[in-house]
Nanobody, 121 residues
């Protein structure tokens, strides 16, 4: 059974940093892509960043490029999202998601419970 548990959210001021973690069970990162999505109130869920360990590829949404960094620790089966220079528009519930296959470009098919990120201006 796949389980994804995100943590690390909180309330920060604009310009500050947070690191999100996603602990995975039931999957290994060398066989499935894994990534981060977010959803703000009244908005659609959007892909933030994803990683495909099978080929080393990374995806970042334009809105977070240069500020967010995705990484993984395969030994711990944990995914991270380092978020720097946070902006009020980054506020959302952040979810980690499992890919359908090794490449994130094939889409995701499972989302775990999210963690709230709030950014005050």
């Amino acid at each position: 059974e796949v389980q994804l548990q995100a943590s690390g959210g909180g309330l920060v001021q604009a310009g500050e940093s947070l690191r999100l973690s996603c602990t995975a069970s039931g999957i290994t990162f060398d066989r499935y892509a894994i990534g981060w999505f977010r959803q703000a109130p009244g908005k659609e869920r959007e892909g933030v960043s994803a990683i495909s360990e099978a080929d080393g590829s990374r995806f970042y949404a334009d809105s977070v490029k240069g500020r967010f960094t995705i990484s993984s620790d395969e030994a711990k089966n944990t995914l991270y999202l380092q978020m720097n220079s946070l902006k009020p528009e980054d506020a959302a519930v952040y979810y980690c998601a499992k890919g359908r296959s090794t490449g994130y470009y094939y889409g995701m098919d499972y989302w775990g419970k999210g963690t709230q990120v709030t950014v005050s201006s």
